[in-house]
């Protein structure tokens, strides 16, 4: 894929690898990307759980000052880890903290979801072991890391890697490639996508107020489109087959890039001064119409 390709081309290759909801497949597509499991301190589940009847609720996470005398980080995170085969996408990183043990029993499950090619997305404080532990993530293509820009400073600084040296996008492939080929997102005015392979610039119009927290809106745009992803890996329609698996993961970054985009220009629109970032979140529907259509009615 060139990155001198349009807008329009690359959403419609984006397009392409969208499932379309069939009766046929009906339940194949809702296990997919139908089902969110949150893991998370005992403390947070019960908030968590109020939000959204939506969400199965694990509380196996512990920090270290709230482990009992029966628990450790190998009985605790072999729990976790025991989910990962009923999971087709995972997300480190929101609400995690920089707790010891939160963070040793994030590291173990990445190394579990590398050996089962489980897709993961590392966000906010899951970059932090990106940047402390690299090799967790080095040389893994079914990886994205979403840092902004003073993220991406810390993590190019740990990789030996000039941000102040050349063009933005050639800066985000060479941390790409020093990552061994993990598809990175370098958030900002314009996110700057690469794998070191396939680098792509999506500049899609935004709102113009950005507040902490809009990030999730892309982490969570991510996972579900990993989800399509793997439904078009694994062929549960018929398609033309002419996408890669690397190409599909710059896709799947340039997908949740340009539908968060498009969600804040329609939540600034709406809200204006007074946005905040839980107001993207009713507008992803409208956002995905929007900017990638529905394909249902073309895939029937």
């Not at 589940?45 to 609720?57: D, E, Q, Y």
């Not at 029966?70 to 085969?85: G, K, T």
């Not at 598809?183 to 950005?210: A, F």
């Not at 549960?236 to 970054?253: C, F, K, Q, R």
């Amino acid at each position: 894929m060139a990155a001198v390709a349009s807008r329009k081309e690359i959403l419609g290759k984006v397009y392409k690898m969208i499932p379309p909801m069939l009766e046929k497949f009906h339940k194949v597509v809702q296990t997919v990307s139908g089902e969110s499991h949150v893991i998370c301190e005992p403390g947070a589940g019960a908030v968590i759980k109020t939000f959204s009847p939506n969400l199965m609720v694990h509380p196996y996470m512990r920090q270290k000052k709230n482990m009992s005398s029966s628990e450790n980080i190998d009985n605790i995170s072999a729990e976790v880890v025991a989910m990962l085969s009923r999971l087709h996408v995972i997300v480190i990183g929101p609400g995690l903290g920089r707790d010891e043990a939160m963070l040793e029993t994030c590291a173990r499950v990445i190394v579990e979801a590398k050996k089962q090619n489980i897709p993961f997305v590392l966000d906010a404080d899951g970059l932090y072991l990106a940047q402390t532990r690299p090799e967790l993530v080095h040389g893994c293509k079914e990886c994205i890391l979403t840092p902004n820009v003073v993220e991406f400073g810390r993590l190019a600084k740990a990789q030996g890697v000039d941000v102040q040296a050349e063009d933005p996008a050639q800066v985000c492939s060479k941390l790409a490639k020093a990552f061994g080929g993990v598809t990175i997102i370098q958030k900002g005015n314009k996110d700057y996508i690469s794998n070191g392979e396939h680098t792509l610039v999506s500049e899609g119009e935004g709102g113009l107020k950005r507040s902490g927290g809009q990030g999730d809106t892309l982490t969570g745009s991510l996972a579900t489109l990993l989800a399509y992803r793997k439904a078009y890996l694994d062929r549960i329609w018929e398609h033309d087959d002419d996408m890669s698996p690397s190409e599909l993961l710059a896709l799947v970054a340039y997908g949740g890039s340009a539908i968060t985009r498009e969600c804040s220009r329609i939540a600034f629109k709406e809200k204006g001064r007074s946005l905040q970032a839980g107001d993207l979140t009713e507008h992803v529907h409208t956002a995905f119409l929007n900017v990638i259509g529905d394909p249902s009615e073309s895939k029937l």
